[in-house]
């Protein structure tokens, strides 16, 4: 069974601080992915990753910068952290087989709620 | 550009009855379509995937989805609610191109069940 797990389930940070949120995948998958959930908006995408050090702009990356040194790690960075930024964080990974990567599910962590004070 | 939109924020139904989850989709080319399930204080559970092949799709916990390509729609349906479905329900949509892209979600539906 795929294990996507997030260091920290709830952080509480201040407005300017640098802020690191890192997730780990167990089933070495290539593709990883940061998404925010709020209420009445669902969930919107990041950033992602193909594979080790590389990543790709998602829908919303404005304040957000993401490290993939790692296959199986993947970070999420907030660079001065806003009050705008209070959400949950979702991350997910997925299997890239040769035929196409678009067919195969996403499999989540349990998300990590963070407060900017 | 891929959109899903689901209809009602909020679902309730009785305890035994027909769940209903509507999700229209739009997408250039044939799509793969996802229902997760989010439990309070979880992540994102897989429920099922239409991948192309049989268009009646069957999940887990007794939840299955119709790919109506006509309509546009994945609705999700279950025969019989019980109080455990209780939850907020996503529909996904991700483009047949392959690639790395994310998935395009819809806005959730929170299904509430009524003892």
């Known amino acids: 069974d795929v294990k996507v797990t997030q260091s920290s389930r709830y952080l509480v940070k201040r407005t300017g601080e640098k802020v690191f949120l890192e997730c780990v995948q167990d089933?070495?998958?290539?593709?990883m992915f940061w998404y925010r959930q709020d209420p009445g908006l669902g969930l919107r995408l990041i950033y992602f990753s193909y594979d080790v050090k590389m990543k790709e702009k998602g829908d919303i990356p404005e304040g957000y910068s993401v490290s993939r040194e790692k296959k199986e790690r993947f970070s999420l960075i907030l660079e001065s952290a806003s009050t705008n930024q209070t959400s949950m964080y979702l991350c997910?990974?997925?299997?890239?087989?040769?035929?196409?990567?678009?067919?195969?599910?996403?499999?989540f962590g349990d998300g990590t709620r963070l407060s900017i004070l | 550009a891929q959109s899903v939109t689901q209809l009602g924020s909020h679902v309730s139904v009785s305890e035994g009855a027909l769940v209903l989850l509507r999700c229209n989709y739009s997408?250039?080319?044939?799509?793969?379509l996802f229902w997760y399930v989010q439990y309070p204080n979880q992540g994102l559970q897989l429920l099922l995937k239409?991948?192309?092949?049989?268009?009646l799709v069957k999940g887990i916990n007794g939840f299955e989805a119709e790919f109506k390509k006509s309509e546009t729609s994945f609705h999700l349906t279950k025969p019989s609610a019980h109080m455990s479905d209780a939850a907020e329900y996503f529909c996904a949509v991700s483009g047949s191109g392959g690639g790395a892209d994310g998935l395009t979600f819809g806005k959730g539906t929170h299904l509430i069940i009524q003892p």
């Open positions: 997408s250039s080319v044939p799509p793969y």
């Open positions: 997910a990974s997925r299997l890239e087989p040769v035929w196409g990567a678009a067919s195969q599910p996403q499999h």
């Open positions: 089933m070495d998958h290539e593709n």
């Open positions: 239409y991948t192309s092949a049989a268009t």
